[in-house]
Nanobody, 124 residues
Framework: QVQLVESGGGLVQAGGSLRLSCSVS????????MGWFRQAPGKEREFVGG????????YYADSVKGRFTISRDNAKNTMYLQMNSLKPEDTAVYYC?????????????????WGQGTQVTVSS
């Protein structure tokens, strides 16, 4: 019943920018932790960044810190990932996720809902 849908992926040259969106339906997620993950071919899924929607606090993996920014529009039940200064190593399928329990800060294994993923490809 709860569904997360990512959009905004595509092909971009190194140094370029993309903005990903994650729209949530079936439930209003204004008091839940949400996050972005990515998975490159042959590699494990890794954490990119997250946001606590009730207070707006964000946190990022070291590999993207200073280049990526997470924001949200609680009224639209949407989370965004602004990606700047993209590098070829950022190429991956990007997933958004959310934890169902309100006011709960999750570990990587505690996300309850996942989107289908959107492909981001960064060329040299």
């Amino acid at each position: 019943q709860v569904q997360l849908v990512e959009s905004g992926g595509g092909l971009v040259q190194a140094g370029g920018s993309l903005r990903l969106s994650c729209s949530v339906s079936g439930r209003t997620f204004t008091k839940n932790a949400m996050g972005w993950f990515r998975q490159a071919p042959g590699k494990e899924r890794e954490f990119v960044g997250g946001i606590l929607t009730w207070n707006g606090n964000t946190y990022y993996a070291d590999s993207v810190k200073g280049r990526f920014t997470i924001s949200r529009d609680n009224a639209k039940n949407t989370m965004y990932l602004q990606m700047n200064s993209l590098k070829p190593e950022d190429t991956a399928v990007y997933y958004c996720a959310a934890r169902g329990a309100p006011f709960a800060v999750p570990t990587m294994t505690q996300y309850d809902y996942w989107g289908q993923g959107t492909q981001v490809t960064v060329s040299s």
